[in-house]
């Protein structure tokens, strides 16, 4: 069993040993919350006490019996508060009805007569919303999801299974260690549900096994709502230029791993990337997640700030909770000017509570979550966000200075297939000077299609003729990316090498 988990059972019996009479457990896991329940039953009470269940399809049921009855919330409560034996009485549903002034009622009275009995009410739900009412009567402890100790174990116990029925395992220990990444989030059921879906029938278990996890992880993220999980392809290799800022990343790979924390080293924090539009921003972050191998999730702020899914605050909060359970992760936030900015931190509203909310939790999180956020409207950033203590630094990405018009030449060109040597690449980068790398790439798929059309190889000129009737965005908006460069010069780090 994890830490964390053991934590969480620890809280248990301290509450119990604290002698609350009511403890209300946030868990996914209901099945194991009972199954860990009853065996503190069986220790405390040696099977003399009353261990009685309650849901609203069952109503309450005797496990030493067997013996159920059929009832409501109100009167599975008269029942048990009528019941004068020790012992525990768990209910899975009641959590709908806190705001029922009956429930509350009868809860508060079975506070007053379960104190010092060893009686104990037990609240069993995903998470809970305790009114004013009860906040003084009920004591709150979150049972978490399998940590990955715990999935390892579960993994290894699956694969010995498959193995036993004729499979050869091939996994190396990376492989298995970004199986056990892309369990992270699940419950114990659910990590095996997962794991008989990607090893049944498989005669050899190798790195095939982890884009089914993956298709899973996905699956997790479409429930949620607000966040989606992106599948990255791209690797380093695709990022043109930038040599900053991937010297950054090269640097804190390892900073994920086991061997850091024994070396005493966190994880870092999160990045701020920040400039003109289409230099390669969203690019960087997807590549992230591929160096790094940790799964990649994108928060959408204009559903948040939907009500689709809720109060804003709300829909916020419960990403947060939905990305650090599956941690270590990889949080992108794209524009996040959009969502949480100097506007939204001054409107005294919805927005400002959000602000409030992500600044807290930037500065205090202690779950491995990277969050990767990029911006455009720079100058609408607060310089709460900008210094440090947040985000572990914060880079300008310029337009592409004449090397790194090269590489994407380079990037874009050996994609499709063609070959380098047929081209002049610095005469090309020459001709696109003060293009951004989305500028780039446009010219080369607009110039693959014109020789596509004419059914030739893409030749120089084909390129040079898509060149001169595009106009690029530095010369649109020439003043507007003056105004960025001076603003980022002296607030941010350059993600590239210079050129002399």
């Not at 029922?100 to 104990?120: A, C, E, K, M, W």
């Not at 440090?388 to 018009?405: S, T």
């Not at 595009?470 to 090498?497: D, Y």
Request: proline fraction near 4%; charged fraction near 25%.
């Amino acid at each position: 069993m994890s830490s964390p988990r053991r934590q969480d059972i620890k809280s248990l019996k301290e509450a119990l040993t604290g002698g609350y009479p009511i403890i209300a457990i946030e868990t996914w896991e209901e099945d194991a919350t009972v199954a860990t329940l009853q065996g503190f039953f069986n220790s405390a009470f040696q099977g003399k006490g009353s261990f009685l269940t309650w849901d609203l399809q069952s109503g309450l049921t005797d496990t030493l019996t067997g013996e159920t009855t059929t009832c409501s919330a109100v009167e599975a409560l008269e029942i048990i508060q009528s019941n004068d034996r020790s012992g525990f009485f768990v209910f899975k549903d009641l959590g709908a009805f806190l705001d029922n002034p009956d429930v509350q009622r009868r809860l508060r009275n079975i506070h007053y007569s379960f104190r010092g009995q060893s009686r104990f009410l037990m609240l069993t739900g995903s998470s809970f919303f305790i009114p004013a009412e009860l906040r003084k009567d009920i004591i709150l402890i979150d049972y978490k999801l399998p940590e990955p100790m715990e999935i390892t174990s579960i993994l290894e116990e699956q694969i010995q299974a498959a193995v036993r029925r004729g499979s050869v395992n091939n996994l190396t220990p990376d492989e298995l260690n970004q199986a056990t990444i892309s369990l992270k989030g699940f419950t114990a059921a659910e990590i095996r549900y997962s794991l008989n879906k990607a090893l049944w029938g498989r005669k050899t278990i190798d790195h095939e096994i982890l884009p089914i996890l993956q298709d899973e992880k996905e699956q997790l993220a479409r429930k949620d709502g607000v966040l989606e999980y992106v599948r990255s392809m791209e690797s380093l290799e695709d990022v043109g230029g930038l040599e900053n800022l991937k010297e950054w990343l090269v640097k804190r790979r390892r900073l994920f791993s086991p061997e850091a924390a024994k070396a005493g080293l966190n994880p870092p924090r999160g990045l701020l990337m920040m400039g003109i539009s289409g230099c390669g921003k969203s690019l960087s972050v997807k590549a992230i997640s591929s160096l790094w191998g940790l799964p990649l999730f994108r928060l959408d702020m204009n559903k948040v700030y939907s009500g689709n899914y809720g109060t804003p605050e709300g829909t916020f909060h419960r990403a947060i909770k939905s990305i650090e359970a599956v941690a270590p992760a990889i949080l992108w936030i794209d524009e996040i000017e959009g969502g949480i900015s100097s506007n939204t931190a001054k409107d005294g509203g919805t927005g400002s509570h959000i602000f409030s909310a992500f600044l807290t939790w930037m500065q205090e999180k202690s779950a491995g979550v990277f969050v990767a956020a990029t911006a455009n409207r720079i100058d609408l950033l607060p310089a709460e966000i900008i210094r440090k203590g947040r985000f572990d630094q914060v880079f300008f990405v310029d337009l592409p200075n004449d090397n790194e018009r090269e590489a994407i030449f380079r990037v874009h060109l050996k994609r499709r297939g063609n070959k380098l040597e047929d081209f002049d690449l610095p005469l090309l980068s020459v001709a696109t000077e003060f293009w951004n790398g989305a500028e780039i790439e446009h010219v080369v798929e607009a110039a693959t299609i014109e020789a596509f059309h004419r059914n030739t190889t893409l030749a120089q000129d084909d390129l040079y003729t898509i060149i001169r009737g595009t106009v690029p965005l530095s010369r649109t908006m020439s003043e507007q990316i003056k105004f960025i460069k001076g603003w980022a010069s002296e607030r941010a780090i350059s993600a590239s090498h210079s050129d002399k």
